[in-house]
């Protein structure tokens, strides 16, 4: 919990969520746990500006996890990316996304 002290005090949240098969893991149910722990942390930081990543694209192969994830991004009105850093596939998209959310949210921020 001592990180989330840190994560307190950001503009804005990244979700850098795993959609390969390689984890054996589940994204959306990856999404719903990191947000449960979040908000039992404080209602505050679960609430910050936020932006879902599926990562690990180069290596993903079934579309449905990707698609799960977008449309709970979509769901809950959060911008959504797919990304690879193997490949840079999205990277400069999600350069330009964070800055542009960080911009906005600072102004927000001083109004």
């Known amino acids: 919990m001592q990180f ?3 994560v307190e005090r950001t503009r804005l949240l990244a979700h850098l969520v795993d959609v390969s098969e390689a ?3 589940e994204p959306v149910q990856d999404f719903h746990v990191i947000m449960d722990e979040l908000a039992q942390f404080s209602a505050n930081l679960a609430s910050k500006p936020m932006i879902v ?3 690990k694209l180069d290596i ?3 579309q449905t996890r990707i698609e799960a994830l977008r449309q709970l991004a979509e769901h809950r009105g959060l911008p959504f990316l797919a ?3 193997v490949t840079g596939m999205g990277v400069e998209t999600l350069i330009h996304m964070m800055a542009e959310a960080v911009l906005s949210t ?3 921020a001083e109004s």
């Open 83 to 85: 990304i690879s850093a």
């Open 106 to 108: 600072g102004k927000n």
């Open 60 to 62: 993903a192969h079934d």
């Open 4 to 6: 989330l002290r840190h």
């Open 53 to 55: 990543l599926a990562t």
């Open 23 to 25: 984890s054996g893991r």
